[in-house]
């Protein structure tokens, strides 16, 4: 399993970024997969998940409005369209693959097995 994500970068406040998460080695059309970020001295924080098929998302109320988390289960590759951006945002991005097929995710980050390397996002002007 390898999951690389990219799209990060330094953004002024209001911009937008989309990132991106290359999945291999596993069948990505079955699992649900979610986005996680990490600022520097603070915790991981669950921002999106959505269903091995897409059709379910959920979003942290901090993101809400604001991030669409997609996926194009053809192409292997999960999305994170981040607009609006805010200095608070910054942080490294992470995706993350639910740890069994065909469930639907969850916002327990106990639960996600395999992760990125992640993918730094500073907002600042």
């Known amino acids: 399993v390898q999951l690389v994500e990219s799209g990060g970068g330094l953004v002024e406040p209001g911009g937008s970024l989309r990132l991106s998460c290359a999945a291999t080695?596993?069948?990505?059309?079955?699992?649900?997969m979610s986005w996680v970020r990490q600022a520097p001295g603070k915790d991981h924080e669950w921002i999106a998940h959505?269903?091995?098929?897409?059709?379910?998302?959920d979003y942290a109320n901090s993101v809400k409005g604001r991030f669409t988390i997609s996926r194009d289960n053809a192409k292997n590759t999960l999305f994170l369209q981040m607009n609006n951006l805010q200095p608070e945002d910054s942080a490294k991005y992470y995706c993350?693959?639910?740890?069994?097929?065909?469930?639907?995710?969850?916002?327990?980050?106990?639960?996600?097995?395999?992760w990125g390397q992640g993918t730094q996002v500073t907002v600042a002007s």
């Open positions: 993350a693959r639910f740890y069994t097929s065909m469930r639907p995710p969850s916002v327990n980050l106990d639960d996600y097995t395999e």
């Open positions: 959505i269903s091995h098929a897409g059709t379910t998302t």
């Open positions: 080695g596993y069948p990505f059309r079955f699992y649900a």
